[in-house]
């Protein structure tokens, strides 16, 4: 089991609880992949890399939805790859952890936005 494991069962614990119990794994999921894509976003604004393309200005607007799908898509799968259903439902932790690893997951994410939110107002 790895950091990326309870986070996700973190997501998990909180999202199988009430109306989205049928859809926790997958809610999970893409908590996950939102907070990936944001700490690599971030990465990618202070080491001042350009992910798109050139031409990313010309395509048109069908173009760019398609592109955004299949990278989501693509994404998507690879964690779902990654981190398996059952291995995230099989988990089980302690009252005492699940409850520190949710102020941990808390602050981790208002981190991620203070970083990202730095890294926009530096770079323009």
């Keep these: 089991m790895n950091h990326l494991d309870f986070a996700t069962f973190i997501f998990y614990h909180y999202f199988s609880k009430g109306k989205t119990q049928s859809i926790a794994y997958e809610k999970s999921i893409v908590a996950i992949m939102i907070l ?4 690599v976003l971030t990465l990618t604004i202070f080491l001042e890399i350009d992910l798109l393309p050139k031409n990313y200005d010309l395509f048109g607007t069908g173009m ?3 592109l955004s799908s299949a990278f989501v898509i693509f ?3 690879g964690f779902t790859l990654m981190l398996p259903k059952k291995r995230i439902e099989n988990l089980h932790f302690s009252k005492e952890a699940l409850k520190s690893g949710g102020y941990i997951m808390v602050f981790y994410i208002l981190a991620s936005f203070t970083l990202f939110y730095f890294a926009v107002k530096q770079n323009m």
Excluded: I, M
């Excluded at 990936?36 to 700490?39: A, E, I, T």
């Design 64 to 66: 760019k939805y398609l």
């Design 36 to 39: 990936v894509y944001l700490n």
């Design 75 to 77: 994404f998507y799968f």
